[in-house]
């Protein structure tokens, strides 16, 4: 198939599946085609059978009396060599015909004598010299058997090949039998059945138009208030909550708009409700992590007061004083958070992206975590490439992501070593994160990503953790147009994978590094426990069930 016939296709089908006119006016003429085609069969055969019919019935009549005449005429002779046999012979075919011999069209009476063949001469009128042409030897075997025969058959007798209605039947004489056979043109009646066909067909045609022309009509009506409600409905999911459709008349599509109009003032007001009461909570949020920066200061001057002199104190005080100063810590990153979500979601905050190698950015957040590492005994591993790895990003908020990310699987290591990988293609940098901890639990992956929300809730936090880091590292993947997403499974740890385009700004398709590690087990021969979040630019996330095989270096997004 041609590229114009391909294009031409695919503009159909893209049209067909659009347009639920086109689908009703398609259906209503193929199904009104075939109802109007059969019936219009079945009338035009019905008037040819009529016709043919008819035609039968006249030529048996004439048949009939012709033989009777025949019979009586030639009856008289008791050898056909007596004299005037021949012209008898002659004057009643000319009779029969209508009594002009030189006519040259109509019927064709015949009369022939197969027992007698060299005394009696066939005869026919009008004159004709082809019959065997149109009156077959089948035809004639059985009427020189002595009964009554018939046959559609095309020849030529004339100029021009003709259908003809063949009857034969015998005439018995004294002296034996002759054959008397009468050929009528079937012109008339099938210029008749023709006329009759293309009345029916053209009937039909135009029938099957007004069909297709009243569905159309019909499919408009209901059609066009359809439509105006979904571009009301696109212009209202846009935010232009003013938008609202026009009720004319009483019916059920007046009914329905101004139903629509209703749930969409409803949505109006609940959306500029929720919009209202969103933005009273950032800005709260806001106010009281601003607010609450003063006496934070304050207390956390008095607080490295007391711990720097915590070795003079009572070893109670002094434990006090070492709780006092983990929790204000916590309590400083848990107010920094905030505010940093807060920007997010008044849409403040701003990518600052520039010509980043990540190989030390992946090192300086090793370095930092080291301490912690070997606190909670996990070794951290690190596979990174030889050469530079640039990409165009935000080096503050990359570093943030990864210190979450990391500290999050020291933090549930168990004491298991810890995997940081760092890949690169001609489109995009990939890091994953790799854990050998409890890992995700079915149904967890679509969680973790949450705002304050943990595994286990009754674990106590080793890192002083403020449960934003992921949201907050998410937040970072979208505002650089990558993919933050996170792969688990029980008993075989957990792996986040964070992808971010080579050049600010480029569209994601495939990541340099896959998700599942390698590592990964199919338990029981079947999909591997767990479930994989991916989560691309401008969405909440989606739950891909089924990870990818074993095999594969990079992964596709959909």
């Known amino acids: ?186 012109t008339r009646q099938d210029a008749t059945a023709a006329d009759a066909r293309a009345t029916v067909v053209a009937t039909g045609v135009a029938l099957v138009l007004l069909l297709g022309l009243l569905a159309a009509l019909v499919t408009r009506l209901v059609v066009t208030p359809v439509r105006v409600a979904a571009r009301t409905a696109q212009r209202l999911s846009a935010g232009l909550l003013d938008q609202r459709m026009v009720v004319n008349g009483e019916d059920d599509l007046a009914l329905l708009a101004a139903s629509f109009n209703q749930m969409a003032t409803n949505l109006q007001r609940q959306i500029l409700r929720l919009e209202e009461m969103s933005r009273l909570q950032r800005r709260f949020t806001s106010d009281v992590s601003h607010e609450l920066r003063t006496p934070l200061t304050t207390v956390r001057m008095a607080a490295d007061l007391i711990f720097a002199e915590r070795d003079e104190f009572d070893p109670t005080v002094a434990r006090s004083a070492e709780l006092l100063q983990a929790e204000l810590d916590r309590f400083e990153e848990l107010l920094t958070d905030l505010l940093e979500i807060s920007r997010f979601d008044a849409g403040f905050a701003a990518l600052d992206a520039e010509p980043t190698d990540l190989v030390p950015v992946v090192h300086r957040v090793a370095e930092r975590l080291a301490g912690l590492a070997e606190r909670v005994g996990v070794e951290m591993e690190l596979d990174l490439p030889g050469a530079p790895v640039i990409a165009e990003v935000d080096p503050r908020r990359v570093e943030r992501v990864l210190r979450n990310l990391v500290g999050n699987a020291v933090e549930h290591g168990e004491g298991k070593p810890v995997r940081i990988m760092l890949g690169v293609d001609d489109t995009a940098v990939a890091v994953t994160v790799r854990d050998h901890g409890v890992g995700l639990k079915p149904g967890e992956e679509k969680l973790v990503f949450n705002r304050f929300w943990r595994a286990d809730p009754s674990r106590a936090r080793q890192t002083g953790g403020t449960g934003l880091g992921l949201s907050i590292s998410l937040e970072d993947a979208r505002l650089h147009g990558g993919w933050l997403e996170a792969w688990g499974a029980p008993g075989q740890g957990a792996q986040f994978r964070l992808t971010l385009p080579a050049r600010a700004g480029d569209r994601l398709t495939t990541s340099p590094l896959r998700l599942v590690p390698a590592d990964a087990t199919l338990p029981f021969g079947g999909p591997r426990d767990g479930g994989l979040l991916a989560i691309g630019p401008g969405t909440a996330g989606a739950l891909a069930v089924g990870p990818a095989s074993a095999g594969d270096r990079a992964e596709a997004r959909p």
């Open 1 to 186: 198939m041609s590229g114009r016939g391909a294009w031409l296709l695919a503009g159909l089908h893209q049209t067909w599946r659009r347009s639920l006119q086109v689908r009703v006016v398609t259906i209503t003429l193929l199904a009104s085609s075939l109802l109007v085609g059969g019936f219009a069969y079945l009338i035009a055969d019905k008037i040819t059978n009529i016709l043919l019919e008819n035609a039968e019935a006249d030529v048996d009549a004439r048949l009939k009396g012709g033989a009777a005449y025949a019979r009586k005429q030639l009856g008289l002779y008791k050898q056909p060599q007596e004299a005037q046999f021949q012209e008898t012979v002659d004057g009643t075919v000319n009779y029969l015909a209508g009594g002009d011999p030189q006519q040259t069209t109509g019927v064709v009476i015949a009369l022939t004598a197969d027992n007698f063949s060299g005394i009696i001469q066939q005869r026919t009128s009008p004159a004709v010299d082809n019959l065997g042409s149109v009156v077959s030897p089948e035809l004639r075997t059985t009427v020189a058997g002595g009964d009554v025969a018939s046959q559609i058959r095309t020849g030529r007798l004339g100029e021009e090949r003709t259908k003809y209605l063949v009857y034969g039947s015998p005439v018995p004489t004294q002296f034996g039998q002759v054959e008397l056979y009468y050929l009528v043109p079937l």
